[in-house]
């Protein structure tokens, strides 16, 4: 069982440069989300999507975009990156909406921007 | 604003021995909660939930206790063990909000 596939692991980014983080899921759940984990500050949610074709900001979007073309992928896109976008990157998926039930993780995708 | 934050950040423990991590919230409209695990270098797991017409859920040897009238959540881990070493998130639901996490604790279990 897969489960939710993050890539890539990790990546060195140069500032300026445009970058996706791929995200895939198995579990057909409908909803998820994009979270970036920083020492200190926790989980913080920068997009997320209840349900195939609709998506929201959450808590940190500014820099990001996200698209949810089908139910399986929810890929997130820095359209130029900055060091302070240096993170480590973690997707999830749920069977309800977002907050209602419990959110499965993947491994993370660790990015550093130089 | 409102959030979710932990009053220990690092907690060591001898195994065997009983963990309590806990977690205070400040959103009395908070109605479901959640407690992750996350070992180095992986993602976080899912540990138990309790929403909040609940005060006490067990699962296998750890329990949530929730205290509405002081905004105090915990995670209790029985006979703790060396695979129980992590850092534990415990996470809040405003109906139909998104998910806040806390900042985190870390478990460190002593042989």
């Known amino acids: 069982i897969a489960g939710i596939t993050q890539a890539p692991t990790s990546q060195i980014l140069a500032a300026g440069r445009r970058m996706t983080l791929r995200c895939t899921q198995d579990m057909r759940h409908n909803a998820m989300y994009w979270y970036r984990q920083d020492l200190g500050l926790g989980l913080r949610l920068i997009h997320y999507s209840n349900t195939a074709g609709t998506t929201g900001k959450g808590e940190v979007p500014d820099g990001y975009s996200v698209s949810r073309a089908n139910t399986d992928d929810f890929p997130l896109t820095l359209a130029s990156a900055v060091p302070s976008q240096t993170s480590v990157y973690f997707c999830?998926?749920?069977?309800?909406?977002?907050?209602?039930?419990?959110?499965?993780f993947g491994q993370g995708t660790r990015l550093t921007v130089v | 604003g409102e959030s979710v934050g932990l009053h220990l950040p690092t907690l060591s423990v001898q195994e065997g021995d009983n963990s309590i991590i806990n977690c205070a919230y400040s959103n009395s409209a908070s109605d479901y909660f959640i407690w992750y695990k996350q070992e180095s270098g992986k993602g976080p797991q899912f540990i138990i939930d309790?929403?909040?017409?609940?005060d006490k859920r067990q699962g296998q040897r750890v329990t949530v206790l929730l205290n509405k009238t002081v905004k105090h959540l915990s995670l209790q881990i029985a006979a703790t063990q060396p695979g129980d070493s992590a850092v534990y998130f415990c996470?809040?639901?405003?109906?139909?909000?998104?998910?806040?996490f806390g900042g985190g604790t870390r478990l460190m279990v002593k042989p």
């Open positions: 309790i929403r909040s017409n609940m």
């Open positions: 999830a998926s749920s069977d309800r909406g977002i907050g209602n039930t419990e959110a499965f």
């Open positions: 996470a809040e639901n405003k109906a139909g909000n998104m998910l806040t």
